[in-house]
């Protein structure tokens, strides 16, 4: 399914105010996860800024020992600090990645702003490389800028 058929899906789940924030952003979750081939774990972080930590929010793929991330610590991290898209086609050969899983070749972060705040981020890991298009990018700030809504 292409990122354009998606926009609206999202849209709806963002709006269904019968669901609390938690099951919208699982939600999103399992849509991305479940109609784009090479989104392999997708989920959400959120920002502790005074602890300058992030913490695992809803989530979908295999399990993750990486609940709290420190701020500048991997590619989440890098993003806490730097408050731009962090796009890598090679986890391999980041110095500063924290490996969730031997099969995962690519990831890709976009912050969440509110107001103006980076309050958190969408992360995906994928097990093909050099996925991550521009195209990606774009929609996956779309999806942010959605779920800032929720906050």
């Not at 806490?80 to 924290?98: E, K, T």
Request: hydrophobic share 40%.
């Amino acid at each position: 399914m292409n990122f354009e058929a998606l926009k609206p899906q999202v849209e709806t789940i963002i709006s269904n105010a019968n669901k609390t924030t938690d099951e919208r952003l699982l939600s999103i979750c399992q849509l991305l996860e479940r109609h784009i081939e090479y989104y392999n774990w997708v989920g959400f972080y959120f920002a502790d800024s005074a602890k300058k930590e992030l913490h695992l929010g809803p989530y979908v793929g295999e399990p993750t020992d990486h609940t709290v991330i420190p701020f500048g610590k991997g590619i989440c991290g890098q993003v806490a600090l730097s408050n731009q898209n962090f796009v890598v086609p090679d986890v391999a050969a980041q110095d500063n990645y924290i490996a969730c899983s031997i099969t995962v070749k690519a990831e890709i972060v976009v912050p969440i702003f509110v107001n103006g705040e980076n309050i958190g981020q969408i992360d995906i890991d994928s097990n093909t490389a050099d996925p991550f298009t521009e195209a990606d990018e774009r929609f996956l700030e779309f999806v942010c800028t959605q779920v800032a809504q929720l906050f």
